[in-house]
């Protein structure tokens, strides 16, 4: 499934067929259509539940330390934060959030990350 903060559901599902994505996802949640961002932990739990999950056997990927990694987390589910060459640094501007949350596991790169994820699942 997506989750997404993006404020315009369409436009994310347009944006998903465009890209050829379409297909890859049962599940689109927007904030949007479930009325939260990603920092809250609702929106993963509407995710969560549109796919019969539950947050212990669930792992959201994101690029986001704050909003990706500790939203998800909040909601019972493991955070993998996709670093793309971010030191994470750019987060610390939302200090008054607290301290960053730590993910579970650290990707550079979504290639060849499947194994990673699913020994993530695996840990218990």
């Known amino acids: 499934g997506v989750v997404s903060s993006a404020v315009h559901h369409e436009f ?9 994505l379409d297909d890859a996802f049962d ?9 939260f961002y990603k920092s809250r932990p609702e929106i993963y739990r509407v995710a969560l539940a549109a796919m019969g ?12 330390l704050r909003w990706d990694v500790g939203g ?6 493991k955070g993998a934060w996709l670093r793309n060459g971010s030191s ?3 987060a610390d501007r939302y200090a008054a959030h607290g301290p960053l949350p730590t993910p579970d596991l ?13 020994a993530l699942l695996h840990e218990g």
Do not use: R
């Open 27 to 35: 599940i689109v949640t927007t904030s949007a259509s479930s009325g």
């Open 72 to 77: 998800a987390q909040k909601a019972g589910m």
């Open 53 to 64: 999950a539950l947050p212990d056997g669930s792992v959201h990927v994101g690029d986001s």
């Open 12 to 20: 994310l599902e347009w944006s998903l067929a465009v890209l050829g």
């Open 106 to 118: 650290v990707l550079e790169t979504l290639v060849g990350a499947t194994p990673a994820i699913l």
């Open 88 to 90: 994470g640094a750019a």
